[in-house]
């Protein structure tokens, strides 16, 4: 699953760069004064910042989602862990006494 979102985020990012590189590029050679053309790469420029930030953001959540699931994960396994050295002390316990009980008193 991160694997995907990872993926789809490059994917994201390799979109918005070429959207970047073709606007400047057709500003560079569009027919149009200089003023528009800078009004326009302010434009593109705040799309793209709200874009990243949006980018960011989600990135930002699956991240925490990625965490969350991560300390899931090592709760439960904890939770076995401790089941199991409980079961093996309790396993200890009772060889010690059934040992204790075959030995013969020393007298």
Known sequence: MADERGTSAAVFLAFLSGAAMGAVAALLLAPQSGS?????????????????????????????????????FVETKRS?????????????????????????DRG
Do not use: C, T
């Not at 009004?39 to 991240?63: P, S, V």
């Not at 396993?91 to 075959?102: L, N, P, Q, S, T």
């Open 36 to 72: 528009e053309s800078r009004d326009q790469l302010r434009g593109y420029a705040r799309r793209a910042e709200n874009d990243l930030r949006d980018l960011a953001g989600r990135a930002g959540e699956a991240f925490e989602e990625v965490v969350d699931q991560g300390k899931e």
């Open 80 to 104: 076995v862990l401790q089941e199991a050295f409980d079961a093996g002390r309790e396993a200890v316990k009772r060889e010690r006494g059934r040992i204790h009980d075959e030995r013969p």
